[in-house]
């Protein structure tokens, strides 16, 4: 018995675009650092976990007491931090009391009014100084940077069209991308403030400045 079997037209394998480019181009804004952060922090000790739970808890009443009056949104936003009690163990693995840790942090554009602010609480000591940008910072930042790459991007295609001897180009694809949120400057407190006649003036800060940085890439079609 003879079966004739039927041909199956077999699709054509997709032919690579010809005279494209593949580029990337970057563009960069430096800006001063708007934002400050200070962590304030108390650390109890004692052989009653709820003994040192209670100390905290009022050491973060009395701090929050005293920093709430002088809260004003945006130019200074007063948060609590971690709250924690863990045992304290000894080398054969029991246990020989217990320490906790509570913070306040204070967030704010009015540089002065938070310093002023962290100096005069006394219930707690400086943990950590940081300085980033705002959100209104960045966007306006990263807009900027955006224009720049963009610019650069074009001005790249443009240069290397004529370089290999084409008249101009056309936008394939492209990609925007942030080449990462900037990094808060950390100025790390290596040892509490002592309890003093000075320890209610204002902490000592100095921001600094940080990059926004926009990618792209893309591809465009030689002409």
Known sequence: MFVAAAAVAQPKAA????????L?????????????SITLRASKNGTDAAAVQ????????TALAALRPEAVPGQMDVRTGNFNVHPRYTRDGGINGWEGNAEVVLQGSDFPRVTQAAG???ALT?????FSLSPQATAKAETEAQSLAIAAFKKKADELAKGF???????????????????????AMRAPMAASASADAPVPVE???TSVV???NGSVQLK
């Open 15 to 22: 032919e690579a675009p010809m005279n494209v480019l593949q």
């Open 24 to 36: 990337s181009a970057e563009g960069s804004v430096e800006v001063q650092q708007d934002l400050l």
């Open 54 to 61: 209670a100390e905290l808890k009022q050491a973060l009443d």
């Open 120 to 122: 005069r609480v006394s």
């Open 126 to 130: 400086v943990g950590n100084v940081s």
């Open 165 to 187: 001897g084409f008249s101009g180009y056309t936008l394939r694809e492209v990609s925007v991308n942030q080449a990462g949120s900037p990094m808060p400057k950390v100025m």
């Open 207 to 209: 921001p600094g400045k």
């Open 214 to 216: 926009v990618n792209i």
